[in-house]
Nanobody, 126 residues
Framework: QVSLMESGGGSVQAGGSLRLSCAAS???????????MGWFRQAPGKEREGVAA?????ITSYTDSVKGRFTVSKDNALMYLEMNSLKPEDTAMYYC???????????????????WGQGTQVTVSS
């Protein structure tokens, strides 16, 4: 079982920055075996969207709309999302997700993740 807790959300003006954190609480098997973690977001009335993901080998993937602005990183059981040049369309509830297994490139599809956090709100005003 893996428990995930996000933090770092808030309200910023367009062009600003935020750093989200996700702490995975699990036994040592999680970090000592192949696993991957991802960030997803969901705006009101929209489907959940994969934003960025990272494997335990540090391989990353990003959705096109955040490339060059967002950076995902990982330190053992902690994952971060550095968000720069934020836009109003980045406003959403951001969720952390994780699962076991090996991917050559970590997936951005929600169906590939078993464990989810409760979410943290990010609001970007124009």
């Amino acid at each position: 079982q893996v428990s995930l807790m996000e933090s770092g959300g808030g309200s910023v003006q367009a062009g600003g920055s935020l750093r989200l954190s996700c702490a995975a609480s699990a036994d040592s098997r999680f970090t000592s075996n192949n696993h991957y973690m991802g960030w997803f977001r969901q705006a009101p009335g929209k489907e959940r969207e994969g934003v960025a993901a990272i494997t335990n080998y540090g391989i990353t993937s990003y959705t096109d709309s955040v490339k060059g602005r967002f950076t995902v990183s990982k330190d053992n059981a902690l994952m971060y999302l550095e968000m720069n040049s934020l836009k109003p369309e980045d406003t959403a509830m951001y969720y952390c997700a994780a699962d076991w297994g090996y991917w050559r490139t970590p997936p951005l599809s929600a169906s590939e993740y078993q464990y989810w956090g409760q979410g943290t709100q990010v609001t970007v005003s124009s």
